[in-house]
């Protein structure tokens, strides 16, 4: 509740922090000055009656035997000086009146006047007694303080428990108020035998020391200042043995440690918000502890008084109590830990009660919902976010009037009923009941009955006449008070609490206002001139005066005077309703909250932090006061979650709710006059939501643990919410740590507490501690780390050797109380751990004294669990069981599990799974009910999949080889393949130094640990290097490794990515931690915590020249690396290695072919998928093992990967073709068919080809020629033989053909004859060189020596000796030689030949020597590096048919680079030259073909495989090849159809013609001196099937080109894996002999010789016939279709639209007939598709909006088109003539309309009711695609 801030005419003020919210009046100067005036006055006033009262004399005469003896200034120790002055500033004349020392300091802290030798007490006639001691004191002549002191004392000594020591100090001949505890009675046993401590009494001036006797230290010893005892001013003084307390309250403590510097801590109830002072608030709690050494041994110290006082801490250190009623009655504990103490202290004052299980989960509350609607809208939001939330409570705004046992009739009308609302959802009900009775009548003039029965009862609180009942005000009115001491009291609150609950059916009870608060000072009548309400000393208390804010000293209780039970009004009507809900909730334990407590509430209520501020700083405070009501014996505690007062903040409130997540008491509650600030209040899908969702759904899953954690603070006194020292104190760091806590010992919390914070300086104590959300073991052990936690993440940490019990979680207690149980194994360096587990009905009273309960105590050693039931008495319980045990930190792969219950046989338990990244066991599907007693026990094992080879090197590994690099040797098993010489698995090459977490990445620094020099691998190390992690996207990251001292190559490919980071922590979706013991990177994806990339593994290295990095993989699932040949499109991961380095190489299994392509997708369990890409172009390769893991081996460069997340597949691949660029976007005639040979002697051969294919009609687009058509294959030129190429191509152009010619890049220099392309490029400086010279570094490729008659029966290694050219490459990296090339290419355009496209072969580059044309390379080292890969002619050097690696590259900002570094790359650099040349060549789109490829290739090429062979495997591959580039961003390829090398046969060529037609790029290629294999070229039958096929692909060319247009301007696949469209479907993850076109159109071709079926899977979708239309009529399964030898299966898929056209012999013809749309509804009778068109040729279109983009869409019986851009309108190529309707409903169709350009027209239609067709005719419509229609049919 709120404070009341009350001005003089009584009215009220809401204290507010924020400006604005409250208007306040503004005072005249007169106004201002009066008041100071007034308050002056009343100042004086005050004064004199004090004096009066108390008869005190301003000095009293000191003679010379009373006047002390001051130190001398040498040795004037000022931090022991005890203050003799301590209630004004001192005077010298005040203090030598009171015989003290004047000694003025610098600081005015230090005390001036302080007492010397001359004050306290003599000890006389000490005896001994059955308990202790006893010993009169009697006052020393000294002056006095205060007055009236008392000459002659009572010690009495009472050694009680061997640990706790009791003395305290009375008047003899008066007896004196003395605290009537609840559970703390006077003591009648004898001394305890063997004390842990000893009790000295000092004579003169009398003193205590109690010391501990083990060590002799002394603990508590209050000879540092003199003893006063006075009738209203006792004060004693103890020096303490160190500076570590902890304790005392109820204040706002900043730190839990306290500040010794000069503190002064009045107690005293009080109701005061929290803030930055010494402010005395709600609750009376005197007792502390202190630590006295890392053993752990501590004391604690309690004063048993409930007057007010003031308690001084000072250096040395110092505790001064000044006390103003009472007795001085210590307990001291003795404790060898912290904890201990705290058991001894409460089982002093009571043990704290067992809570309900519902007051654990979270609670909701605010002050003034106004109205019942807004508190049912709050339950109703929160229960739709899904919030765990168990407690609705309301403030006084549910009564009428704020009178309590009412609730208003109107605001809250319905109230009973929505309590049962709250309990038919499980959930409930807690009220607010202040102490103040109002004195007035209800609202409508009827009797207010509670006032009435308690004034006939007598129960209320009475002046100080003892009858009169005093009257104050609170939130009714004017009001009395219930004297909660008073029996008659107690029955009476019992009964209004029983009939109220008869109107309304509450849970539990919130006390508040219970200091007691009043807002008139005193009573309505004022406070009498007396000694009780002026004392002569009144404490350091708020505002100074005693009945402040409360009711006068002398009003009465039963217990006593207010003066002395004021502390104890709180704790009585805690036992009082504590007594009520034992009349209202018989046997329930129900629910209380208190707001005021003294020693021992906790055994009766719980308490939270009072009306705190919305503030950062007051959010930390929190936990200390949290940890001190630990001490106080009130573990179920809390602050008001996101803060009471002022308005709180999105972020605030976000961490606010982690923390308070793991209060004990969690509830969520603020003021009136601010916005609501329930988690759904901030949106549904708001992260404060989320977040708050997460970690109370964490809450509930651990109550389990929390609730046990409870059974024993109840049993025994432990703390729940517990500092660290209590744990770890022999760690001194421990001691002050306080923005940190645990739950019980093992669960480590560490909260974000500053504004803006995503780091968080962490202490870790000395444990084995895993991150509880990921289960993963942290290598950080008694350090501060900087933990990373951003904005929805709160620290969790579990503590090895901790076994914890959890539950599935609900959104209330009462559902998750049904779910199944599960333990949480954390396993220490022992690899052991214990932990128990209490459970019961969680409700009823005493369930623990009555034995109605389940105990359980659990234990871990030797890789076995057992599960111990200790106490079974509770039989509902028993349909609970353990079904899941999680092991975490299990070092070596489980391979087997075994379980034993209640002493049945061993048997085996199938159902676990082991995470080897985070090396964890999960063990599931157990049903270990309750009342059992069971044992798990597993079997570790190294396995051999684990195994990293230490010896990938090209010579053999043997033993000895093995184990001089340092690295384990094992002789492999008989079939197995995994490595026999392998690294420790404790390899651990780099240590991480100073890891730096920031909201956009992490850096950290490497350096080479010297201890793992042992290993010797390939290259010199490196010895520091950088990582560094960017987060790039929300979906996209970058992770890299490098040598930060020294420049080393990185790949010059230019990738598009953001400048700076664009993802927020909140929506990205991955979370990503340097790994230390080993180094690694390890990425998880947020949304299912599945490790997708770890390389904590064996192995890591990074030399000068050779690179080596492991990840594990999430799955066996994993596709992509090239280019080389694979025979599954999944890799296989049965320890297969793979190279990667371009060469002239024809396709073979695990040879390095053309291109270079380091990117892989990985696919994960939960049907999610991811992508990798390394940008290095070093030679490489990549070695799979069934772990499943990779390894990447590489020669040079860095570690510089890039992550997409998807998370589908088609989605990945998108995001990495945005970085890399996304497709080119052909012409639409490249994707027609095409015919090229190698070998073509003459133009007239070409010709005929040309004629065959026109004559028997079959469609065709492009010709080639290879590099016959060259004069001697020199690029530039035409042979004579093709003399007149250029007239015939300019004549099939005319006919609507293209032309596309092929250039290779190899130059000859040996020419006799002027050839202007070298000479060119010599002026130009573009052919690459040896470095550090001018000189080319020849090769030999295609071009012959002029004047050399060629002899075509030369192999072609004697051909190259014999005839071949020296000749040079371009080095297309340089910016002139870009100039050069496009230059060669428009004047070959212009001069010689046009053509529409160009083909680029041989560049790796390919060479026919090695190296240079003396085979003879000038750098061993580079050229065999010390480490090569596993890579064809492995043995034969990297420059094999390639130029030498240490020949020089220029950059295109003129750096240099190797060859060693950028062969890779040399195709790359070739085609963005190409592709502008050819453009401005032709002033056309055109296309480029390339053979070599890298990433980012794809934005200006497509792509063949190469130089295939004519066998059935090759085409099978061609498959997995299109499907690879796909991913690789590169969608128009295709294989050479009826394959390259070898003569194709019949039934081959016939197969893959089928298939070639739906390549993206279908060209018929074949090599030299073998038989023709174009269509025409078979047989008439032959050449019918081929025009069938043909036609359905140019049928279909609309559909592919929008599907090019889609990658382009999107990126993704066209040839698209079955797994990208249906992932949900696991056959689709092998499935590589089928692929889709787009979404919608499948392909399943005939692989196989000699079959007229095919086997093809059918996804879970709709599919039509493609030849028939019909619905095939199957779904999710493989199925044989028949496939006669002329036929292919294809199929469209329901749910899509696919827009067609007509064809025609080539595009220029079918782009002018009539499109039409094939329909392909889904089972709900819809579709939907689209078409992108344009001329086909213009260059960038889409970039410049020249095109029309039609939306299709069926729904039900309409098909409507929208256009969504209309920048190219061809009319002539837009007419829509047919639509064919498949699927439709079997209904017959009537009638079938047209509406168009405003008119609705009936058209021409057939129906086949059988096949479910509707075909439409509107050739005779004159309907055009650039304009919107709509067709009906019904």
């Avoid at 006055?41 to 035997?65: G, Q």
């Avoid at 030949?1393 to 003396?1414: Q, R, Y």
């Avoid at 680079?1457 to 453009?1479: C, E, F, I, M, R």
Wanted: hydrophobic share 35%.
């Amino acid at each position: 509740m709120p404070v009341r801030l009350l001005d003089s005419t009584h009215k009220e003020h809401m204290y507010t922090s924020t400006p604005g919210k409250m208007a306040k009046k503004k005072f005249s100067e007169l106004e201002i000055t009066l008041i100071v005036l007034f308050a002056i006055v009343t100042i004086i006033a005050i004064a004199l009656v004090v004096v009066l009262a108390t008869k005190t004399p301003a000095v009293e005469e000191i003679s010379d035997s009373t006047r002390g003896t001051c130190p001398s200034v040498l040795n004037d120790p000022i931090n022991q000086r005890i203050n003799c002055i301590p209630e004004r500033s001192p005077t010298q004349t005040l203090c030598a009146a009171r015989g003290c020392c004047w000694r003025p300091w610098n600081d005015s802290v230090i005390p001036w006047c302080f007492f010397v030798n001359n004050h306290g007490y003599n000890a006389e006639k000490v005896t001994s007694t059955n308990a202790g001691l006893e010993a009169k004191l009697k006052r020393r002549a000294s002056p006095t303080l205060f007055g009236n002191d008392i000459n002659s004392v009572l010690l009495t000594t009472q050694n009680q428990t061997r640990n706790r020591v009791r003395f305290k100090i009375t008047d003899p001949n008066n007896r004196r108020y003395e605290v009537p505890h609840q559970f703390v009675k006077e003591f009648s046993g004898t001394a305890a035998s063997d004390p842990l401590y000893n009790l000295e009494v000092i004579h003169d001036p009398f003193s205590i020391k109690i010391s501990r006797k083990s060590n002799n230290k002394i603990l508590f010893d209050t000879s540092i200042g003199p003893l006063v005892y006075s009738d209203q001013y006792l004060q004693i003084s103890a020096r303490l043995p160190n500076e570590y307390i902890y304790g005392l309250g109820e204040h706002i403590h900043k730190r839990f440690r306290h500040d010794l510097y000069w503190k002064t801590w009045p107690i005293f109830t009080r109701d005061q918000l929290p803030g930055d002072n010494n402010n005395n608030l709600y609750g009376h709690q005197t007792f502390f502890m202190c630590i006295e050494d890392t053993s752990g041994k501590s004391f604690g110290v309690f004063l048993m008084n409930s007057n007010a006082m003031e308690i001084f801490i000072q250096p040395t250190p110092i505790v001064t109590y000044r006390v103003i009623g009472g007795i001085l009655d210590f307990y001291i504990f003795l404790g060898d830990t912290p904890e201990q103490v705290v058991q001894q202290y409460q089982e002093l004052i009571g043990r704290p009660a067992m809570p309900a299980y519902w007051n654990l989960g979270f609670q909701l509350s605010r002050w003034n919902y106004k109205t019942l609607d807004v508190v049912k809208e709050v339950v109703k939001r929160n229960r739709e976010a899904g919030i765990p939330f168990d407690t609705q409570i309301t403030d006084i705004d549910y009564m009428e009037d704020k009178k309590i046992f009412t609730y208003d009739q109107v605001a809250f009308n319905g109230l009973p009923e929505f309590v049962q609302d709250l309990h038919a959802h499980g959930q409930k009900y807690v009220i607010i009941l202040d102490p103040a009775v109002s004195i007035d009548k209800r609202v409508n003039g009827a009797a207010y009955e509670s006032y009435d029965r308690g004034t006939a009862q007598k129960v209320w609180v009475n002046e100080s006449d003892g009858t009169t009942a005093i009257i104050g005000e609170v939130w009714p009115g004017l009001t009395v008070y219930p004297d909660f001491t008073n029996p008659s009291c107690i029955e009476w609150w019992a009964n209004e609490c029983y009939l109220f609950h008869q109107q309304v059916n509450y849970d539990g009870l919130w006390i508040d206002m219970n200091e007691v608060s009043s807002f008139v000072q005193g009573s309505k009548k004022g406070c009498s001139a007396n000694n009780l309400n002026y004392p002569p000393f009144t404490p350091d208390i708020l505002d100074k005066l005693m009945y402040s804010k409360t009711i006068c000293m002398d009003a009465m209780q039963y217990w006593g005077k207010q003066y002395d039970v004021h502390s104890l009004y709180g704790y009585s009507m805690s036992i009082a309703t504590e007594k009520a809900i034992e009349k209202v909730l018989p046997n329930k334990r129900s629910f209380i909250l208190t707001r005021s407590t003294f020693a021992g509430s906790g055994s009766h209520s719980a308490h939270w932090l009072g009306d705190n501020t919305a503030s950062w700083e007051q959010m930390e405070w929190s936990i200390t006061g949290m940890l001190e009501f630990g001490l106080f014996g009130i573990p179920l505690v809390g602050a008001d979650i996101c803060g009471f007062v002022a308005e709180t903040t999105e972020e605030l409130c976000r961490r606010w709710m982690q923390l308070g997540a793991f209060y004990p008491y969690a509830r969520n509650h603020n003021a009136d006059g601010y916005q609501h600030q329930d988690p759904a209040f901030f949106g549904q899908d708001s992260p404060l939501v989320k977040s708050s969702k997460h970690y109370l759904n964490i809450r509930y899953a651990l109550l389990p643990f929390l609730y046990t954690l409870f059974y024993k603070a109840h049993m025994f006194g432990e703390t729940v919410a517990r500092p660290f020292l209590h744990e770890f104190y022999e760690d001194t760091n421990s001691w002050i740590e306080d923005t940190q806590f645990l739950w019980g010992p093992s669960l480590l919390i560490t909260p974000v507490l500053k504004q803006g914070a995503e780091i968080v300086s962490a202490y870790i104590p000395d444990a084995t501690w895993y991150d509880f959300e990921t289960g993963v073991k942290r290598p950080w052990r008694k350090q501060r780390v900087d933990m990373q936690l951003p904005g929805d993440k709160i620290g969790l940490h579990l503590r090895g050797g901790y076994i914890i019990p959890f539950q599935e979680p609900a959104v209330t207690t009462t559902a998750s109380r049904k779910n199944p149980l599960g333990l949480i194994v954390a396993l220490n360096d022992n690899n052991t751990a214990k932990g128990d587990f209490f459970w019961d009905d969680g409700e009823t009273k005493d369930t623990i004294q009555k034995g109605n309960y389940i105990l359980y105590t659990f234990s871990v050693s030797n890789n076995k669990l057992d599960i111990i039931c200790m106490h079974s008495s509770y039989p509902e319980g028993t349909a609970l069981a353990f079904e899941t045990v999680k092991v975490l930190g299990l070092i070596d792969t489980v391979t087997e599990v075994s379980v034993i219950e209640d002493n049945q046989p061993l048997r085996a338990h199938y159902n676990f799974s082991y995470d080897a990244s985070n090396q964890i066991l999960l063990i599931y599907n157990l049903t270990f009910n309750l009342g059992g007693n069971f044992t798990v026990q597993w079997d570790q094992t190294f396995l051999e999949v684990e195994k990293f080879t230490c010896y990938p090197d090209s010579d053999t590994a043997t033993k000895e080889r093995c184990e001089e690099r340092g690295c384990l040797w094992q002789t492999a098993q008989l079939g197995s393949k995994a490595p026999e010489c392998y690294f420790p698995k404790e390899d651990n090459s780099y240590l991480v130094h100073s890891t730096q977490y920031s909201s956009v990445g992490i850096t950290a620094d490497l350096q080479l640990n010297t201890a793992n020099t042992r290993i010797k691998l390939p290259s010199d190390s490196i010895s520091s290097l950088r990582v560094e992690v960017k987060y790039h996207k929300d979906d996209m990251l970058q992770f890299k490794i490098y040598d930060a001292q020294n420049k080393r190559y990185e790949v010059p490919v230019p990738l598009n990515i953001p400048t700076t980071p664009t993802s927020t922590y909140e929506t990205r979706l991955y979370d990503v931690e340097i790994k230390e013991n080993p180094f690694g990177i390890q990425i998880r994806r947020r949304s299912t915590r599945r490790v997708i990339w770890d390389s904590r593994l064996p192995g890591f290295a990074f030399n000068n020249q050779f690179i080596q990095i492991s990840t594990r993989l999430p799955s066996e699932y994993v596709y992509g690396f090239g280019e080389m040949e694979h025979t599954t499109f999944r890799r296989d991961l049965n320890w297969h290695t793979w190279g990667m380095f371009t060469r002239d190489q024809p396709p073979g299994y695990k040879l390095n072919s053309y291109g270079f392509h380091p990117y892989y997708m990985a696919l994960e369990d939960e049907n999610n998928a991811h992508g990798v890409l390394l940008l290095n172009s070093n030679a490489m390769d990549v070695t799979f093992q069934p772990m499943p893991a990779l390894t990447y081996r590489m020669i040079g460069g860095i570690l510089d990967f890039y992550m997409f997340l998807g998370p589908s597949p088609e989605v990945v691949t998108k995001q990495y073709h945005e970085v890399i660029g996304q497709p080119v976007m052909p012409p639409y005639w490249a994707l027609g068919f095409q015919l090229c040979r190698y070998g073509y002697r003459n133009t007239s051969q070409v010709e005929e080809v040309y004629n065959d294919m026109v004559a028997a009609r079959i469609p065709y687009d492009v010709h080639y020629t290879d590099i016959d058509y060259m004069e001697r294959q020199l690029d530039f030129t035409i042979d004579d033989e093709f003399r007149d190429l250029p007239q015939f191509v300019d004549k099939i152009r005319s006919e609507g053909m293209r032309y596309i010619i092929i250039l290779d890049p190899a130059i000859s220099g040996n020419e006799t004859k002027p050839y202007p392309a070298f000479e060119r490029g010599q002026e130009k400086d573009v052919f690459v060189k040896w470095p550090n010279t001018n000189d080319i570094c020849w090769a030999k490729v295609w071009p012959d020596l002029p004047n050399v008659t060629i002899d075509e029966s030369l192999t072609e290694d004697e051909a190259v000796n014999a005839s071949r050219a020296h000749a040079a490459f371009p080095d297309f990296f340089r910016n002139s030689t870009a100039e050069w090339w496009a230059k060669e290419i428009i004047d070959f355009y212009n001069n010689q030949m046009k053509f529409d496209g160009l083909w680029i072969d041989m560049n790796e580059p390919s060479s026919f020597v090695n190296g240079t044309t003396t085979n003879q390379c000038r750098n061993t080292e580079l050229n065999y590096p010390p480490y090569f890969p596993e890579l064809t002619k492995r043995t034969d050097g990297l420059h094999f048919r390639t130029m030498c690696m240490e020949t020089e590259q220029i950059l295109s900002d003129g750096s240099s680079v190797l060859h060693y570094d950028v062969h890779n790359l040399y195709g790359w650099s070739q085609l963005k030259p190409t592709y502008d040349a050819l453009q401005k060549a032709t002033g056309k789109r055109g296309i480029i073909i390339s053979r070599s490829t890298y990433p980012s290739a794809g934005r200006w090429s497509g792509h063949w495989f190469g130089d295939n062979y004519a066998t059935w495997d090759n085409l099978e591959k061609s498959i997995i090849g299109m499907m690879e580039f796909s991913l690789f961003g590169m969608s128009y390829t295709g294989a050479d159809i009826c394959g390259f090398f070898n003569n194709s046969e019949y039934q081959l060529c016939a197969r893959w013609m089928q298939l070639g037609a739906f390549y993206p790029y279908a060209r018929n290629h074949n090599s030299a001196f073998t038989r023709r294999q174009d269509p025409a070229s078979w047989n008439k039958t032959f050449s019918t099937m081929s025009r069938d096929i043909l036609n359905i692909r140019y049928t279909l060319l609309p559909y592919f080109y929008t599907q090019m247009h889609e990658i382009h301007a999107h990126g993704g696949t066209v040839i698209r894996p079955l797994l990208h469209e249906f992932l949900n479907e696991k056959p689709t993850w092998d499935i590589f002999k089928q692929f889709l076109w787009g979404p919608a159109f499948m392909v399943t071709p005939v692989l196989e010789p000699y079959v007229d079926t095919v086997e093809g899977y059918v996804p879970n979708a709709r599919w039509f016939d493609y030849h028939t239309g019909k619905d095939i009529g199957v779904r999710e399964t493989f199925h044989t279709f028949a496939a006669p030898l002329y036929e292919i299966n294809l199929h469209v898929r329901g749910g899509y639209i696919l827009p067609c056209q007509e064809p025609a012999n080539n595009t220029f013809y079918s782009r002018q007939n009539y499109m039409k749309l094939i329909v392909a509804a889904d089972d709900n009778q819809m579709a939907r598709g689209s078409l992108f068109w344009d001329d086909g040729e213009t260059i960038d279109t889409y970039e410049r909006d020249l095109y029309s983009l039609v939306q299709f869409n069926l729904n039900k019986t309409i098909l409507t088109s929208t256009i969504l851009k209309n920048g190219y309108i061809n009319r002539s190529e837009m007419r829509l003539g047919y639509i064919h309707i498949w699927g439709k409903e079997k209904m017959r169709v009537s009638e079938v309309t047209l509406t168009h350009n405003g008119n609705k027209e009936s058209v021409n239609f057939t129906e086949d009711q059988n096949l479910e067709i509707l075909n439409i005719d509107l050739t005779g419509n004159n309907v055009t695609l650039d304009e919107p229609i709509e067709v009906n049919w019904s």
